[in-house]
């Protein structure tokens, strides 16, 4: 979780950050931040949305024609101001700043390493730990290449990183390629971001996503790119597809949308249900529904009206947050609902806390029937590498059946889209995707996880850096 931009634009780029950070927003509405470089760093950042932190006052005093920006969700580090991003440091009188989306999995023994060696971190964030260990090789061997390099040998987990070093502009992907980073050309520049939804604000071209283990470096004169580390696999996060990215995003050469229609469809056949109507979770659940609709035939019609000044409630710190924001984020539309046998699509089934209060909001509004479908596999397992799935006591289908998971949210059917057919809709090899979520096999060594080898199939891919390769 989390979003990152990072700009090279001969008109300036605080404006254009400012857009971009805002077609991003669902990715992180805790805190948003920029730093741009005009003969010395400027630089703003708070908590709260996009809208909230940045006015044009204050995007007019952010001068320079680089910059990077970030959209927070905690998921490594508590909500303090000071692990706001981008993170500023001065490294032998170059400024260094630096944004990540990504969760390490090996932070504590990183951090460890380095304070016993008389490190002092500033934050409780992974991403001070990317930074520490650049700015550590950079005063070395003065080589952001061989500093990228060092940094992708010692690092372990998911991570998408922008990094500006004075006017320069780099960005790198971990080698798994987890968290997605793509590269697009604007009118006057060049733009690196999360999803390819940034680039369309900006009016500009997707040219293609960084490749796991790349780094590039964005200047006025162009893209100039290096392969630091290779893998034989990939490990792409299922969850972009299923419900994080944008339905507007192409991801890893895939088009959100056209992946969760196709998941509708098979939704749709893989347990039909005769209902007088088809109605999304909105909005992640739009796209499933309408696949779900033209593959049954069944009319599609609006059942709950989002309110659209809310945030999203799953990616809220905690869980009361969360129950306490459904009923104000979403409203049933009874005359809809009266009487009606519902078949109620949403993404994904977490808590199941959420699942259960809109289903008893559809009942209350007169719905006879609500049978909900969903678009992913029950997840099972937490997430050590950037979706807040944090334990198992939390996630409803762990060692739970379908039956049981269906009479806990008061549904009168339950039917989740199986793996396979999950992962044919995404078009990626499963072996090419992270499911340690729906599966238990994590693509990277987590502690605690690997004492009965439930992650060595996945984690025995060779990763080498170009460092190794040399």
Known sequence: MCGIVGIVD????????YYALYALQHRGQESAGMSTFDHRPY???????????????????????????????????????????????????????????????????????YEQDGQIFCTSTDSEVIATIL?????????????????????????????????????????LGIKPLCIGRTETGYIVASESVAIDALNGTLLRDV?????????ENGIRSVQIATSDRRAHCMFEYVYFARADS???????????????????????????????????????????STASGTPYLEGLMKNRYMGRTFIMPNQRKRENAVRIKLNPIKKHLENKSVVLIDDSVVRGTTSRRLIDIV???????????????????????????????????????????????????????PLDRMVEAIGIDIGNLCTACLTGKYPVEVCGECCDCRCIEFA?????TRLELD
């Open 10 to 17: 001969a008109g300036g780029v605080s404006f254009p950050l």
């Open 460 to 464: 025995k891919g060779s990763v080498q």
């Open 250 to 292: 192409v991801i890893d050469g895939t088009l959100v949308y056209d992946a969760r229609r196709k998941i509708g469809e098979v939704l749709a056949r893989g347990a039909p249900v005769g209902a007088d109507m088809v109605a999304p979770v909105p909005d992640s659940g739009t796209a499933y529904a309408i696949g779900y």
């Open 135 to 175: 700015a550590h090789e950079l005063r070395d061997s003065g080589s952001v290449e061989d500093a990228v390099g060092v940094a992708m040998r010692k690092l372990r987990g998911s991570y998408s990183v922008v990094l500006m070093l004075d006017e320069t502009l780099y960005a790198f992907r971990d080698p």
């Open 363 to 417: 009942r209350d509004a007169g719905a006879k029937e609500v049978h909900l479908r969903v678009g992913s596999p029950p997840i099972i397992a937490p997430c050590y590498l950037g979706v807040d799935f944090p334990t198992r006591t939390e996630l409803i289908a762990n060692e739970r059946s379908t039956d049981e998971v269906r009479d806990l949210i008061h549904a009168d059917s339950l039917y989740h889209v």
């Open 43 to 113: 630089v703003h950042k708070g908590k709260g949305l996009v809208a909230e932190v940045f006015d044009e006052q204050i995007l007019q005093k952010l001068s320079g024609n680089v910059g990077i920006g970030h959209v927070r969700y905690p998921t490594t580090g508590a909500n303090l101001p000071e692990n706001i991003q981008p993170f500023n440091f001065v490294c032998r009188d170059h400024t260094l700043s630096l944004a990540h989306n990504g969760n390490l999995v090996n932070t504590d023994a990183l951090r460890s390493a």
């Open 211 to 219: 490749r796991p283990g790349e780094l590039i470096t964005v200047t």
